[in-house]
């Protein structure tokens, strides 16, 4: 069987290992942005363009003559890249472009929330304008809101109250600054808690949920610094997470359900994919931060990591709409991943210098993502670097393994001690009493 995973970053590295480790005979083919040596060693052939460019990756995947497709990143499903596949006979696992707007505009994901009465929505509003944005955000209260480009930013869409708008002015910039890059602005309430993944498996009939994972975004330990596109992730090995009732989760995942037979409800086509809910555990139960329609990043390198089940089954079992939870079996195993990621990373990272990861221990575990290799060389982009993932019977033991390997990989480069350690779960577990408390 040809399968052709689009995106050439860690999580499709970790596509990429999942599927190669099925028992069945299968070819593999990479279409990404760039070409990651760690992917090009498992795949048969491989083409780096736009992986937003429909016709482009159609033809070379009806070259390849491919059998199921894989959509790893947002930008090719926003562009409507599963449309493409599946009109050209190519199943494929990502949503069609009118369903993954459940991630690629904010607003509407808001409005379906709202019209079909789903829980853990915020309180929100929608400006095309700054007609009554001033107004609503005093409404809000000072520090207490969160303003979002409705479309996709590369990262750099939402800012938060108190975190990176420290007055009215600055939020006021920001929301121009939305507008100036043709974008509707979303204002929504801040809200106070842990933050948390649930992805499932949807194969356009239901959803099957994933271990539960939480992912670290500001760049430094502590909590502390610039946002980046996550710098580690953890899970446990019950798959629910240490800060967590059994009744968070099941909130969550009715949550995910609610939005799946919505968006069932307002199309008539069957969403095909991972349905990724992000979402906070508050004060008042779960709110949902934001959906995705695709599978997280690292979170993805968490949960592959640990797929007992034949990923390759699994996979042709959700486009054909036979998915079963028995197909779906994760090891009951912690998980902590950490991302290396350049000196300076994200604002002013260093770029274009050696890497070598030659004294990691055990490779299987190991993601490699913005890297290119010249000649024998693997030589560092600029973005995050590569990520391992330490498993193990707690995450405590997951997270010293992790500590170990990803501490070898020698250049330039900077992680963050703190993920998974017990002193920070136990800060995130305090955290989570204290709100429950108040
Ligand atoms: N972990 C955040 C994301 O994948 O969007």
Known sequence: MNIL???SGAREHALIKALYRSPQSTSLFCYGTAINPGIRQLTKHYCAGDITDCAAVVSTA??????????????????????ALWQAGIPTIGPQKKLAQIETSK????????????????????????????EFLTELGEGNYVIKANGLMGGKGVKVAGEH??????????CKEILDKQQTILIEEKLIGQEFSLMCFADGKKLISMPLVQDHKRAYNGDRGPNTGG?????????SLPFLTAADVQEALEINNAVFHALAAEYDAPYIGILYGSFIATKKGIYVIEFNAR??????????????SDFVALCQAMVKGELHTSQVKFSPKATVCKYTVPEGYPDNPRKNFAVDFSQVGCQDHLYLSSVNQIDQQIMAEGSRTAAYVGIADSIDAAEKRAEVEISSIAGPLFHREDIGTQQLIQQRIDHMQRIRAS
């Open 5 to 7: 995973v689009i995106g």
């Open 62 to 83: 009806k070259l390849w003559n491919i059998e199921l497709a894989i959509i790893g990143p947002e930008a090719p499903l926003e562009k409507g890249m599963a449309d």
């Open 107 to 134: 607003e509407f994901a808001r409005d379906l929330m709202k019209k079909h009465h789903i829980a853990g929505l915020p309180r929100y509003q929608k400006f095309a304008t700054l007609n009554q944005v001033e």
């Open 165 to 174: 708008l420290h007055s009215m002015t600055a939020a006021l910039n920001f």
């Open 231 to 239: 710098m580690g992730s953890y899970s446990d090995t019950n798959h």
């Open 295 to 308: 599978f997280g990043d690292p979170e993805a390198l968490n949960v592959l990591s640990i797929l007992e």
